[in-house]
């Protein structure tokens, strides 16, 4: 079934594509379904990138999923045209008396600072406190897992020596959990990072429970004890090449990086990645969307 986006969005050239089945914005209209309504607050600077590696995600389920993108208000970047910005995304005033089905709260490169050093913080932390009346579920990606446990839950982050940096292996430590249905006993999730949070911290608090971890990456999921918020602390989502552009980016750039680790055959950066965490990566936005969204959502969302 469809993923309902834009006519006019440029990922759904790619996602044709490859094959993903998409569906005009007209064409949904004349369905007679509800679809499911998920809101997406991108905070990466290469937006177009971001969306279409979440759509991806969402699209291989026999839902229909209707997409909103949201952008901060409060900071604009400069890597996304304002033209795009104007034609695909709104701002939270524009949609604060609405209410959501799910939210993605993504990444975003700032993990080195403070949260509150962050320009566009207050906003998001008005966004986060509005999501837990406005949203059903909402998942948090990388640095917006970081904030949304430090906001909600007061959990903090730790620097790292290095930057955690490559393709690591992870164990599910609740088998029986929905999250994790169709799971091998070991999946591999990509990770760039900085910054970490810890298990003692988590464990401390009564409304999280961790989900699954790495023995080399930490913690990856988190979800609260209603299943009303979500934490990924990794990227399930990273495209086959993401890391090895990340990787040349820094080279470039004369800083002082290492190989991302498990990802080049034989450690060699000339050699294309083996991908490994694909089929991981979409059952979990997959099950996501079915048991902890699709399944309890109201049938009215304005019930939420």
């Known amino acids: ?9 440029p990922a759904r050239e790619q996602l044709e594509a490859e094959n993903i089945f998409t569906m005009t914005e007209y064409r949904a209209f004349h369905q007679d379904i509800r679809p ?47 033209s795009h910005l104007d034609s695909f995304y709104t701002t939270f005033d524009a949609i604060r008396d609405r209410k959501y089905d799910g939210m993605i709260i993504t990444g975003a490169p700032v993990e080195n600072l403070e949260f509150e050093a962050v320009d566009y913080w207050p906003e998001l932390c008005e966004i986060m406190a509005w999501s837990k009346t406005h949203v059903h579920s909402t998942l948090h990606i990388c640095w917006g897992a970081q904030a949304g446990l430090f906001y909600h839950y007061g959990v903090p982050k ?16 609740k088998p029986s959990s929905p999250l994790f249905r169709g799971f091998d006993d070991r999946f591999y999730v ?34 609260t004890q209603d299943s ?54 979409q059952l979990l936005y997959t099950n996501w969307l ?12 304005r019930e939420i």
Not at 158 to 173: E, I, Q, R, S
Not at 250 to 272: C, M, N, Q, W
């Open 1 to 9: 079934m469809p993923i309902r986006i834009p006519d006019a969005l």
């Open 36 to 82: 499911l309504v998920v809101l997406i607050l991108n905070l990466m600077p290469t937006k177009i990138v971001t969306e279409t590696q979440l759509l991806r995600k969402l699209s291989n389920t026999p839902l229909q999923i209707q997409v909103e993108l949201l952008h901060t208000a409060s900071y604009l970047g400069h890597y996304t045209d304002q």
């Open 158 to 173: 730790h620097a790292l020596d290095k930057k955690l940096f490559g393709v690591f292996p992870h164990k599910v430590l």
């Open 190 to 223: 990509p990770h760039s990072r900085y910054t970490e949070v810890w298990e003692e911290d988590l464990a401390k608090v009564p409304q999280l429970e961790v989900l699954a971890t790495s023995d080399e990456a930490g913690v990856f999921a988190v979800k």
């Open 228 to 281: 009303r918020q979500f934490f990924f602390t990794g990227h399930p989502e990273y495209d086959p090449d993401t890391l090895a552009l990340e990787y040349r980016r820094d080279v470039e750039k004369g800083l002082d990086i290492a190989l991302p680790r498990h990802y080049f055959p034989d450690d060699d950066p000339s050699r294309t990645p083996v991908v490994r965490w694909r089929s991981a990566a």
């Open 290 to 301: 079915n048991y902890y969204v699709y399944q309890t959502t109201p049938y009215d969302v």
